[in-house]
Each structure stands twice: as C-alpha cells, then as structure tokens.
C-alpha cells in the first residue's frame, strides 16, 4: 500500500459525459502528478500540481481539467468524454517537485474509466 | 525531449534463469533513470532509480540495473527469476532541463513471463 489512494476504484459512463475522478496524497506529500495509462498511448504524463498550484503540463487534453485543494488532495475533471479517453487514471504523490534523487513518486491503485 | 525505449513487450523466461529487460533513454541531458513495477490490478512500484551516483543500482526484490551513458541504456537485470516477478516492468526517465518540475516519461511497457 503506497499511502495514495484513488477513487472510485472504477467508473462506467457515456460518451459526451463529464466525469471527477479524486486522489489523496500520502500524508505529508505536497505534490500530486496525474497520468494516464491507455493501451494506444501507454503511460502519459497529465499535470502536476505542488501545494495547490500548477507546477508542470505534460499531454493533458483541454477538455481535463485539474486542481489541487487547500487539504492537498486532488481532483481530475474529464469532460466531454470520448470512447478513447477510457483508461486507468493513476495519481502519484511526492514530498516536492521535481524528480530528483530524493522525490520519489508515489502511485495510487488507478481509476479505470470506461466510456461506452 | 526526452524519451525511453524498452526493447520486447514480452519476455519470458524460466523460473531460476536470469532476467534481463532492456531500456534504452535519448535525452539531452544526464537524465534521472526509474524502473517500476506493476502487478495485475495495481498501481505502480518503484523497483530502483539512478540519479547520478553509483552506476550499478540495487533495488527491491533482488533487482539491480546499470547505467551506461556510452550506450544510453539503463537494462534491468536480476540473476534468478521467481514465480512472483511476473509482472509489467516499466522503464521512465526525467532530465532537469524543465528545472526539475516534471513528470516521468514512460516506456511502453515489458510483460515479463516466468515459465514454471
């Protein structure tokens, strides 16, 4: 158990939906990254937020969305939905920013999407 | 930008044979090297990291990887497989030239296969 955790556990929707998929970091962490694993796409860097403001973009689309809240924990909005937004939806967390030597990343069980 | 590549989506070995998977990065700077791992179901595991010091790393579960600038290659390797590393293996890299505020960037993926 990583100390991350994600919820739902799984999600089941439809095309054109908007969805909120949640994370909590372990405790003491102030950063939350957010990536996406799909089979075309493999494992894709979204965002990253460090205590409570956007610290880095990766592939995130314009109609996800993102935030950190004053608690620390975080949402990731996914809107308009498409059949290939389904994917496992991974939050990880971090004592800071940066990947250096003593910033690990932490990874939640995933969110899998399914958008029928 | 950054990239990694992860020779064979699948490799299968023997139970007690060595384990080799192969990683090879292009970045253009001395980047930051991961290796995970992802058991059915769950999220990811930090197997071991390279951040600049030793070139030969040990990691858990008697993984270890060698960092060699002159090839690129960052190839994961353990002497005797076990029924229980049969498990998704990813390789990841980051480099500083974002200043450090990044996420991972992912290989594909290597299944690893252990034969009884």
């Known amino acids: 158990d990583s100390g991350v955790t994600q919820t739902p556990k799984h999600l089941i929707t439809a095309t054109g939906q908007r969805v909120t998929l949640r994370c909590s970091p372990r405790s003491g962490d102030l950063s939350v990254y957010w990536y996406q694993q799909s089979l075309d796409q493999g494992l894709q860097f979204l965002i990253q937020?460090?205590?409570?403001?956007e610290r880095a973009k990766g592939n995130i689309l314009e109609r996800f969305s993102a935030q950190q809240f004053p608690d620390l924990h975080s949402e990731l909005n996914l809107s308009s939905l498409e059949l290939g937004d389904s994917a496992l939806y991974f939050c990880a967390s971090s004592v800071g920013w940066g990947t250096g030597e003593y910033n690990e990343q932490f990874f939640g069980p995933g969110t899998r999407l399914t958008v029928l | 930008a950054q990239s990694v590549t992860q020779l064979g989506s699948h490799v299968s070995v023997s139970e007690g044979a060595l384990v080799l998977l192969r990683c090879n990065y292009s970045?253009?700077?001395?980047?930051?090297l991961f290796w995970y791992v992802q058991y059915p179901n769950q999220g990811l595991q930090l197997l071991l990291k390279y951040t600049s010091a030793a070139t030969l790393v040990k990691g858990i579960n008697g993984f270890e990887a060698e960092f060699k600038k002159s090839e690129t290659s960052f190839h994961l390797t353990k002497p005797s497989a076990h029924m229980s590393d049969a498990a998704e293996y990813f390789c990841a890299v980051s480099d500083l030239t974002g200043g450090g505020a990044d996420g991972l960037t992912f290989g594909k993926g290597t299944h690893l296969i252990i034969q009884p």
């Open positions: 937020y460090y205590n409570g403001e």
């Open positions: 970045s253009s700077v001395p980047p930051y």
